[in-house]
C-alpha cells in the first residue's frame, strides 16, 4: 500500500507547477539586477516579490505566455557587467544595454540565447574579445558593439549567422582580417567595422554593401574592389586568419564551439508491468488523477485568463512567420526593432515592418528608424522627461532635422491586445488633422521593445494647467484676457471638428478633455492633444484614466448612472475647462461656480489679470461655460452652438 501511495502522491504533484520553476525567470531577473546594478540604484523597481510580467519591471516585457522577451535597459547608467546568467531566459529575443557603462568581457554564455535577435551592447567599456560562441546564435539580426574596448579577431563565426542584417564594430581596438565568411552572409545590409586596426583582404562579396559598409582608419585594409583602399600586394597575403576555413559552409555550426548540451539525446525508460493487479492499481491512479487534471486544468486556465488581462502583448504566436524582415532598402542607419506594423492592412509579412515607424505628411509615409527616436530623446532621459502617467511617459525629442517633438511612449501591456482593433483606432488617430489638434507626425510600435511611441509636434508653451492656481504673478504663467479668449475659441473648433461627421473621418467623442490635454504652441495656440488615444488602450486602463478625470472634475453626472459617453459628455468637460480658465483656478466648483452664477466678477475672475478684462465678453463667456455644466445633458449647449455663440457675440 506504502508504493502505492507514493505513486499517487508523485503523481499528484506532478499535476501542479514547481513554485521553483515557477519563479525561475524571477531569480535570473534579480541575478541580472545584481550584475547590472551592484549599487541597486537604477533597477530599484525590480524586486523579489514583484512579478516581471506586470509592467512594474523597468524595461522588462514578457510574451503571452508570461516568459521574459525583452529587456530593454538603454541609458540607465548601468555600472555592472553583462551577466552570465541571462543565458537562462530561453525566450529572450532582444537585449538592449547600450549607453550605459558596463564593463568586463562579453561572456561567452551569452550563446546560450539562442532565440535572441537583436543584441545591442554598443557604448559601453566591454573589453576582451568577441566570443566564437556568438557565431551559433541563428537567430541573430542585429549585432550591435561599437563604442567599447574589445581587442582581438572578428570570429570568423560570425560568418555563419544567416540572418545577420546589421553588424557594428566600429570604435573598438580589433585586429587581424575581416573573415572572408562576412562576404557571404546572405542578409547582411550594414556592416561598420571603422576605426579599428584591422589589415588584410577585404572580401569582395562586401561590395554589395555599397554605402552600408563603413570601414575607414584602418590603414591595414587593402582590396581590388573599393576604389579607396591601397590594392593588396603579396605581404598581406599572410594577414589572413589562419583560424578561418578556407570555404565555410553559409550554414555551419561549429563544432568545437557548440554546447555540450546541444549533443545530448534525451534517454527514456520505459517500465512494463505484466501483473494484473498492478494493471488495477494503475486504472485507479489514472482515474484519480483524470479528475484533480480536469480541476488543476480549469484553475491554470482561469488564472491565465486573468493575468492575460493584465499582460496584454502583440505576440499572438512564437512561429518563425511572426517575425518580419528588414526593409529591402533600408536607410543607412536602418531601423533593427522587429515589430508588429500596424499599418499592415492583414497580417502576412511586408518588407516593411521591422521596428516600423512612419511619419504621415500630406498623406504620405515616409519611415524613420526607432534608433532615431532614442537619439532625439536621449535614450529616453529623465532630463526629457515632460510628464509621466500609470499607462505612458511624455519625452521632449529632436530629430535628425533639428525639429523638436513629443514622444508619447505607451507600453503596450496598456493597449489593445487584438491587433484589429488596435489598428482600427490608430487609423482614425491619423485621420484626425485640425489647427487645434495636436498633430500626429507619426508613430513607432516596437514588439520587441514593448512599447508603441506617438511623435507629436512639440507645443513649447506647455499644458494649460501650468496656467492654474498661480500665486505670484511675477513667476507664475500668467495669461492675459486676449489669449484666453482666443484659447476657448480653439478649443471650441477643435472639439466640434472631433463631434463633427465628414467624408473624411468619422464622428468622434474625446472623453478625456481637461486642462492637461490642451496644450499651447509658440503662439498660444491651443492644441487638443490624446484625441482618439484612448481607442487604442485596454479597457482597464481607459477606466483608471476615466477615474482621475472624475476626480478631477471633468466627468459628466450622467455617466455615473449610465456609463455612457456622448458628445454633450465632452461639452461638460469644456464648460469646466472654459470656468478654470475664466477664473485660473483649478477648482471651480463651490464658492467659484456660485460667484460665477452671480457674476461677482471680483470673486470669479482670475484676480492676476487685475481688472484687465472685457465684463462684457466675460459675462457671455461664464454665461456659456455654466450652461456646458449644467446637470442635464440635453440642456447643454452642442459644440456647434458653442461656435455660433463665440462668433457672434464676441
Not at 16 to 21: K, R, T, V
Not at 210 to 232: E, I, M, T, W
Not at 337 to 352: E, L, N, Y
Not at 619 to 647: F, Q, Y
Request: hydrophobic share 35%; net charge neutral.
Amino acid at each position: 500500500m506504502l508504493p502505492l501511495c507514493l505513486l499517487f502522491i508523485a503523481l499528484t504533484l506532478s499535476l501542479f507547477p514547481n513554485p521553483c520553476c515557477a519563479n525561475a525567470e524571477l531569480t535570473l531577473l534579480m541575478d541580472i539586477k545584481a550584475s547590472l546594478d551592484p549599487e541597486n540604484k537604477h533597477l530599484m523597481s525590480w524586486t523579489e516579490s514583484g512579478d516581471p510580467c506586470s509592467g512594474s519591471f523597468i524595461g522588462v516585457a514578457c510574451n503571452e505566455h508570461l516568459k521574459v522577451t525583452n529587456i530593454s535597459l538603454p541609458g540607465r547608467s548601468l555600472t555592472g557587467k553583462v551577466p552570465t546568467s541571462i543565458s537562462g531566459l530561453k525566450r529572450l529575443s532582444g537585449l538592449y544595454l547600450h549607453y550605459n557603462s558596463l564593463t568586463g568581457e562579453i561572456p561567452k554564455e551569452i550563446s546560450g540565447l539562442t532565440e535572441l535577435s537583436e543584441l545591442y551592447l554598443n557604448v559601453n567599456d566591454l573589453t576582451g574579445g568577441i566570443p566564437a560562441e556568438i557565431g551559433n546564435m541563428k537567430h541573430l539580426q542585429v549585432v550591435e558593439l561599437s563604442c567599447n574596448r574589445l581587442t582581438g579577431r572578428i570570429p570568423w563565426t560570425l560568418g555563419g549567422l544567416a540572418m545577420l542584417q546589421r553588424l557594428d564594430l566600429s570604435f573598438n581596438g580589433l585586429s587581424g582580417s575581416i573573415p572572408a565568411s562576412m562576404g557571404k552572409l546572405p542578409q547582411l545590409k550594414f556592416l561598420d567595422v571603422q576605426n579599428n586596426t584591422l589589415s588584410g583582404f577585404v572580401p569582395t562579396g562586401l561590395k554589395q554593401l555599397k554605402d552600408g559598409f563603413s570601414y575607414k582608419n584602418n590603414l591595414g585594409l587593402c582590396g581590388v574592389a573599393f576604389s579607396s583602399l591601397r590594392r593588396c600586394r603579396n605581404q598581406d597575403a599572410s594577414k589572413i586568419d589562419p583560424l578561418e576555413p578556407s570555404k565555410p559552409a553559409p550554414n555551419t555550426t561549429v563544432s568545437q564551439n557548440k554546447p555540450q548540451s546541444a549533443n545530448v539525446t534525451p534517454r527514456c525508460h520505459q517500465t512494463h508491468c505484466s501483473n494484473s493487479s498492478n494493471l488495477k492499481r494503475v486504472a485507479i491512479i489514472a482515474a484519480v488523477v483524470t479528475v484533480i487534471a480536469t480541476l488543476t486544468v480549469t484553475a491554470c486556465v482561469t488564472i491565465f485568463i486573468r493575468r492575460r488581462q493584465k499582460q496584454k502583448i502583440w505576440n499572438k504566436s512564437e512561429t518563425p512567420d511572426r517575425k518580419f524582415s528588414m526593409q529591402e532598402s533600408p536607410p543607412k542607419t536602418s531601423d533593427s526593432i522587429c515589430a508588429w506594423d500596424p499599418t499592415q492592412k492583414s497580417p502576412q509579412k511586408s518588407p516593411k515592418s521591422c521596428g516600423f515607424c512612419v511619419e504621415l505628411e500630406s498623406n504620405l509615409l515616409q519611415s524613420f528608424n526607432l534608433e532615431e527616436i532614442e537619439s532625439a530623446t536621449r535614450y529616453f532621459s529623465d532630463a526629457n522627461l515632460l510628464g509621466r502617467s500609470k499607462f505612458s511617459a511624455v519625452y521632449k525629442g529632436v530629430l535628425r532635422d533639428r525639429s523638436v517633438v513629443a514622444i508619447k511612449s505607451v507600453s503596450v501591456t496598456s493597449c489593445k491586445a487584438d491587433e484589429a482593433e488596435f489598428t482600427k483606432g490608430l487609423s482614425l488617430l491619423t485621420s484626425l488633422k485640425h489647427e487645434n489638434l495636436a498633430r500626429l507626425r507619426g508613430f513607432c510600435c516596437s514588439k520587441s521593445r514593448g512599447e508603441c511611441f506617438l511623435v507629436y509636434d512639440f507645443a513649447s508653451k506647455g499644458n494649460l494647467s501650468e496656467y492654474l492656481d498661480v500665486e505670484d504673478r511675477r513667476t507664475g504663467h500668467v495669461l492675459d484676457w486676449p489669449k484666453r479668449v482666443s484659447i476657448i475659441n480653439g478649443i471650441a473648433k477643435g472639439l466640434a471638428y472631433l463631434h463633427r461627421d465628414d467624408p473624411e473621418k468619422p464622428g468622434m467623442i474625446h472623453r478625456n478633455i481637461s486642462m492637461e490635454k490642451i496644450l499651447l504652441d509658440q503662439e498660444y495656440n491651443p492644441l487638443i492633444t490624446d484625441a482618439g488615444l484612448l481607442k487604442l488602450l485596454a479597457d482597464d486602463i481607459v477606466y483608471s484614466a476615466l477615474k482621475v478625470s472624475a476626480a478631477l472634475g471633468y466627468m459628466a453626472p450622467e455617466y455615473i448612472t449610465t456609463g455612457k459617453f456622448t458628445e454633450k459628455s465632452d461639452v461638460y468637460a469644456f464648460g469646466v475647462v472654459v470656468l478654470q480658465i475664466l477664473s485660473g483656478k483649478g477648482n471651480v466648483a463651490g464658492s467659484i461656480r456660485a460667484a460665477a452664477a452671480d457674476r461677482r466678477f471680483d470673486d470669479f475672475i482670475d484676480e492676476n489679470l487685475e481688472g484687465k478684462f472685457s465684463e462684457s465678453e466675460a459675462d457671455k463667456l461664464t454665461e456659456m461655460g455654466l450652461i456646458c455644466v449644467d446637470e442635464l445633458p440635453e440642456n447643454r449647449l452642442t459644440m456647434e452652438d458653442v461656435i455660433r455663440e463665440l462668433s457672434s457675440s464676441i
